[in-house]
């Protein structure tokens, strides 16, 4: 029963593994970042605000993951595999085969059954990213893979390959990797994609030191230059939404360039964020629905099946026609699964909990 609790977080906990104080700016910003992956994944229904959550969003979510891997403090490599392993791969596998039937629901009585085979080998194979319908769950896979790599990185102890390690692996799956896994990710496990977005991952693991000084907000100095900071990131963002990108000028077409811009971009918009989230942080409802990542992250094809389908039989239509309309349904899909969605799916599954603890226990009388 103690390893179901452990891999949900049934319980919110007041404190880290490491016996920190959980960080509110962080928990704030992962609920950003999930809004930004559920408007990300309605397309061109989100109109202008498409292409902006593209630009920052999976980097993003890599490097907030990075930052709370500063707390890793296991010793042991088999435990540290195991342990990740319950707390990710087993949840994407539960969300995998849960949505499995509103998929087939969608297919019509006559092909109900037609791809279920298809969808249980793309659950085998880790979700690679852009081939399973259930958009999001690529991210635990690739999530997972990643921490056993950065793990064995760390087991060097040296800093420098902590950062050069990763870089090495982008620049190979970038220009040596054909074809590369940020146009076509096809590696099991999102392995190609691990190996790609690892650079965002030690970005965070390494700048959360830092970021933490200077969010703390307690001298003149670091009020100063966090505002100047968030002046800058929040203009450059805002411009990027409204279609101006003070980095895309038409003239470059050097590939190194350009793909040096794209990471800026990423890394701009990233701190907007995360800016704003530290301003935010005396708003607790926030950081909790942030606390649920990884429940939004496994409900996220569930919610958006199962909402238009009870307005639907209610003779309403949800139409996405303005990239406003997009943001408010994308928030209002995220407050439905956290206070109803995800409360009924812990209490099945302390109650399942339960009934196997009890059954062990009379095992053992």
Not at 314 to 330: K, M, V
Request: charged share 20%; proline share 4%.
């Amino acid at each position: 029963m103690g390893v179901l609790r452990d891999i949900f977080s049934i319980k919110e906990k007041a404190e880290t593994a490491s016996g920190q104080k959980r960080v509110e700016w962080i928990d704030i910003a992962k609920l950003f970042g999930m809004i930004a992956i559920y408007l990300g994944h309605f397309g061109e229904q989100a109109g202008t605000a498409y292409g902006f959550v593209f630009a920052f969003h999976v980097p993003f979510f890599f490097f907030l993951s990075g930052c709370m891997n500063t707390y890793d403090r296991e010793e042991n490599f088999g435990k540290y595999i195991l342990k990740r392993a319950q707390r990710i791969l087993l949840p994407f596998y539960g969300f995998a085969l849960v949505s499995i039937p509103p998929k087939m629901y969608t297919q019509g009585k006559a092909h109900l059954f037609d791809h279920v085979d298809e969808y249980l080998l793309q659950i085998l194979l880790g979700a690679i990213r852009n081939r399973f319908f259930a958009l999001a769950l690529w991210f635990l896979t690739c999530l997972f893979v990643m921490e056993v790599m950065f793990k064995a990185i760390k087991y060097t102890k040296r800093k420098v390959l902590i950062f050069l390690i990763p870089l090495l692996c982008f620049l190979f799956t970038t220009y040596g990797l054909k074809p590369g896994p940020f146009a076509d990710p096809r590696i099991p496990y999102n392995i190609d994609s691990a190996l790609y977005y690892m650079i965002f991952f030690a970005a965070g693991y390494l700048a959360y030191p830092y970021l933490i000084r200077l969010f703390q907000l307690d001298s003149k100095t670091k009020k100063i230059l966090f505002l100047v900071i968030y002046i800058v990131t929040l203009a450059y963002s805002a411009g990027v939404l409204f279609g101006v990108d003070l980095l895309s000028w038409p003239y470059i077409n050097n590939d190194n360039v350009i793909l040096l811009l794209v990471a800026v971009k990423a890394i701009l918009i990233s701190m907007a964020v995360l800016m704003s989230a530290r301003l935010l942080v005396r708003v607790p409802q926030l950081a909790h629905m942030g606390r649920k990542t990884l429940f939004l992250c496994g409900n996220e094809y569930i919610m958006k099946f199962l909402v238009p389908g009870v307005a639907g039989k209610l003779g309403f239509e949800i139409r996405l026609f303005h990239p406003l309309i997009a943001l408010l349904y994308t928030v209002f899909l995220i407050v439905l699964c956290v206070y109803i969605m995800i409360p009924v799916e812990e209490w099945m599954i302390k109650v399942t909990a339960e009934i196997i603890f009890r059954r062990e226990r009379k095992k053992e009388e």
